[in-house]
Structures are given as structure tokens and as C-alpha cells.
T-cell receptor, first 113, second 117 residues
Framework: KQEVTQIPAALSVPEGENLVLNCSFT??????LQWFRQDPGKGLTSLLL?????REQTSGRLNASLDKSSGRSTLYIAASQPGDSATYLC????????????FGKGTKLTVNP | EAGVVQSPRYKIIEKKQPVAFWCNPI?????LYWYRQNLGQGPELLIR????????DSQLPKDRFSAERLKGVDSTLKIQPAELGDSAVYLC???????????????FGPGTRLTVT
């Protein structure tokens, strides 16, 4: 059974700092890995999707990497801003399954001005 | 392009009462998902539709939950009767289902926050 773990559970940084969020998964047989952002009381916003054949994806100040063999992904946020404060969720779609996303519990990020 | 639409956004009911949630997916998305998110947890799949067909409902508590997707577009998720443990956020997502390209990107709606008292 695929399990996704995110470390740390919470992170507080000063504005302007570069930071890394970590995600690990137990089974390397995946189709995709997707990073989401969730603001309090809101739904999920897709940030980046990495296909299993890819190593990384970039969007603006965000860069996500995927090492499928070791079951790890990182989300790098450059020059953090208070508006980046949210919960970041990592999810994978296991191969051979129901195409459902298997999520971690998320990392709650607070960027202090 | 309009995103996934859900209603209501919030619902408070007493236990044993029925409740229904509605979802309108992104136009042209043939795959629709219902997830439940408990406080402090990641979402978990309840049911997945391919057009009108429920292809994975293994996590749906069928004694009290039901869902339908008429005409392969809008979907409704119902709980009857609701229990205290059903308090959660119910999220709808849709996907274009580009499996041949190895892409399964899912787009989520704002969710319905259910409180059962």
C-alpha cells in the first residue's frame, strides 16, 4: 500500500528565505507526483505536476524535483513571501491502481514579514 | 476557463439528517473524483467516475453514502443519515484523463465543509 510522508509538518521562516519541503513515498511505481497548495478553508490549487519520466518541473519561484528510485520529491521555494503562507500537499498516483491521488498530511508553511 | 464548481460551500446539520453536495467539473473533463479531507489530513478518495460509470467506489461507505453522475457531467454526493464522524471537507476534482501521455492531472474545487452536530 502506497504511503506518502511529508516533513516537516510545520515550518516558519522569515520573508526572503529560500526553503525546501520534503515528500517521500513508499512505492516507486507511480505515474505522477503532484504538489498542491491549500489555503485555510479553501480547496487545493495545483502547483506542479511531475510525470514519472521527468526529474523536475519549474514554475516561477517554485521548483519541484522527483527521484523516483529513492521515493523522494522536494519542493523548493525561492525568496519566500508572506503570501506563500499555506499548507503544501504532496500526492502521487500509484501505477496499476484506481488513478486516485494518495496524499501526505501536508506541511504548514508560515512566512513572517 | 471556469474551474470545478461545488455547492454549498458550508453546511451544518444535526446527526441523522440527510445532506447532499453538488459538483460541476471543468468542461470536457470526463473523469470526476470525490475526496474527503479530515482535519489535519490529506484528502482520501471516496469515488471515481469515468463519464457516467463509477469505476472505483471501494472507499465509499455504501451503507450511508451514495453518489451519481447523470449524463456524465454534474455529480451529487449524498449522505443519509449523517453521523458526527462525517464532519469533514468534501472535495470534488476532475481530470481530462490523458492517460496515453502519462498525465493524470487533477483539478480541485473549493470543497464543501460539513459540520455534523
Amino acid at each position: 500500500k502506497q504511503e506518502v510522508t511529508q516533513i516537516p509538518a510545520a515550518l516558519s521562516v522569515p520573508e526572503g528565505e529560500n526553503l525546501v519541503l520534503n515528500c517521500s513515498f513508499t512505492d516507486s511505481a507511480i505515474y505522477n507526483l503532484q504538489w498542491f497548495r491549500q489555503d485555510p478553508g479553501k480547496g487545493l490549487t495545483s502547483l506542479l505536476l511531475i510525470q514519472s519520466s521527468q526529474r523536475e518541473q519549474t514554475s516561477g519561484r517554485l521548483n519541484a524535483s522527483l527521484d523516483k528510485s529513492s521515493g523522494r520529491s522536494t519542493l523548493y521555494i525561492a525568496a519566500s513571501q508572506p503570501g506563500d503562507s499555506a499548507t503544501y500537499l504532496c500526492a502521487v498516483i500509484p501505477q496499476g491502481g484506481s488513478e486516485k491521488l494518495v496524499f501526505g498530511k501536508g506541511t504548514k508553511l508560515t512566512v513572517n514579514p | 476557463e471556469a474551474g470545478v464548481v461545488q455547492s454549498p460551500r458550508y453546511k451544518i446539520i444535526e446527526k441523522k439528517q440527510p445532506v447532499a453536495f453538488w459538483c460541476n467539473p471543468i468542461s470536457g473533463h470526463n473523469t470526476l473524483y470525490w475526496y474527503r479531507q479530515n482535519l489535519g489530513q490529506g484528502p482520501e478518495l471516496l469515488i471515481r467516475y469515468e463519464n457516467e460509470e463509477a469505476v472505483d467506489d471501494s472507499q465509499l461507505p455504501k451503507d450511508r453514502f451514495s453518489a451519481e453522475r447523470l449524463k456524465g457531467v454534474d455529480s451529487t454526493l449524498k449522505i443519509q443519515p449523517a453521523e458526527l464522524g462525517d464532519s469533514a471537507v468534501y472535495l470534488c476534482a476532475s481530470s481530462l484523463g490523458r492517460r496515453r501521455q502519462g498525465i493524470y492531472e487533477q483539478y480541485f474545487g473549493p470543497g464543501t465543509r460539513l459540520t455534523v452536530t
